[in-house]
């Protein structure tokens, strides 16, 4: 088990700019979540796949963020034309199929727009 | 809005202590409870999950859950500045398979 991985750790952007991260879950793992947590807050849903299908996104997500899961294997979650409101830790968890599994989450990429 | 509630503290005790943290949650379909310990600049780790009323004990930590009440409890038994962290109540939406986070409660312990 190698855990749910990552990339990149930090990023460091201009606002305006595009970006994308990357995340590989447990391989085992059929359901991947994106989040998003700011300081002092608890993590934020954003959206979720059942291996390559997008099941659900948050109401509150932004046209300009978007996700796939091509394959039901790794995941990228994508943010065009950044915002200084963008800036926020972006957790990527997995879980089983298996009822009331919990979530796995990577290390997350910490996102800064300048 | 499915709403999971934590007081954001913190929560000090000294070393050796029990910590008790505390959860309350607004969905009674909710299905799955979990703690998940949180250190600055990291991400959320596991530590206990709960599924049924009653309590649940693993190692130095134990989690309470009354349904009927809507509350979620953590205790941690002889408490070491190592548990100092964050630490984040989670639901599980069976029927969705969404999981809301509460706020986090910062736990200091003392030496």
């Known amino acids: 088990d190698t855990g749910v991985s990552q990339d990149p750790r930090h990023k460091i952007t201009k606002r305006g700019q595009n970006v994308t991260f990357r995340c590989d879950p447990i391989s085992e793992h059929n359901r991947l979540y994106w989040y998003r947590q700011t300081l002092g807050q608890g993590p934020e849903f954003l959206t979720y796949?059942?291996?390559?299908?997008?099941?659900?996104k948050s109401r509150l997500l932004s046209d300009r963020f978007s996700a796939e899961r091509p394959k039901g294997s790794f995941s990228t979650l994508e943010i065009q034309r950044t915002e200084q409101g963008d800036s926020a830790m972006y957790l990527c968890a997995s879980s089983s199929l298996v009822g009331g599994s919990p979530l796995h989450f990577g290390n997350g990429t910490r996102l800064t727009v300048t | 809005q499915k709403e999971v509630e934590q007081n954001s503290g913190p929560l000090s005790v000294p070393e050796g202590a029990i910590a008790s943290l505390n959860c309350t949650y607004s969905?009674?379909?909710?299905?799955?409870f979990f703690w998940y310990r949180q250190y600055s600049g990291k991400s959320p780790e596991l530590i206990m999950s709960?599924?049924?009323?009653g309590d649940k004990e693993d190692g130095r930590f134990t989690a309470q859950l009354n349904k009927a009440s809507q509350y979620v409890s953590l205790l941690i038994r002889d408490s070491q500045p190592s548990d100092s962290a964050t630490y984040l109540c989670?639901?599980?939406?069976?029927?969705?398979?969404?999981?809301?986070f509460g706020s986090g409660t910062k736990l200091n312990v003392k030496p």
């Open positions: 796949f059942q291996n390559e299908a997008q099941l659900e």
């Open positions: 969905d009674r379909g909710s299905q799955s």
């Open positions: 709960i599924y049924s009323n």
């Open positions: 989670a639901v599980g939406d069976g029927r969705f398979n969404k999981f809301y």
